[in-house]
């Protein structure tokens, strides 16, 4: 009687931890497949926090706790003729 509890306590014992191992890799493998997905849901997950970011264009600007702002795109203004001036008279210069 005594050995059967015994059995049943190492078992249960041995399968905390293994149940444990198992969740952390389920959980590595999830976070894994949703960054290869770019999901962005990430970065509002309770149980996710982002240290790094990487794959930025060059020259942003990470302003923790900054709240998002969607600005429509402006039009692309045509550039205006720029005047050019000559650095020589248009004459020859000779020596």
């Known amino acids: 009687m005594i ?5 049943f306590l190492a078992v249960g014992l041995f399968g905390i931890p293994m ?4 969740n952390a890799g389920q959980k590595a493998a999830s976070l894994d497949f949703r ?15 982002v240290t790094q970011m990487t794959g930025l264009p ?6 923790p706790d ?6 429509p795109e ?5 550039n205006p003729h720029v005047h050019q001036e ?3 008279p248009s004459e020859t ?3």
């Open 3 to 7: 050995g059967t509890f015994l059995w």
């Open 19 to 22: 149940w444990i191992l198992w």
């Open 35 to 49: 960054l290869a997905q770019n999901d962005a849901s990430l970065l509002e997950d309770d149980g996710v926090i």
């Open 58 to 63: 060059p020259g942003t600007n990470i302003v």
């Open 66 to 71: 900054a709240h998002v702002v969607i600005v």
């Open 74 to 78: 402006q039009p692309q203004l045509e």
């Open 86 to 88: 000559a650095i020589w």
């Open 93 to 95: 210069i000779q020596n």
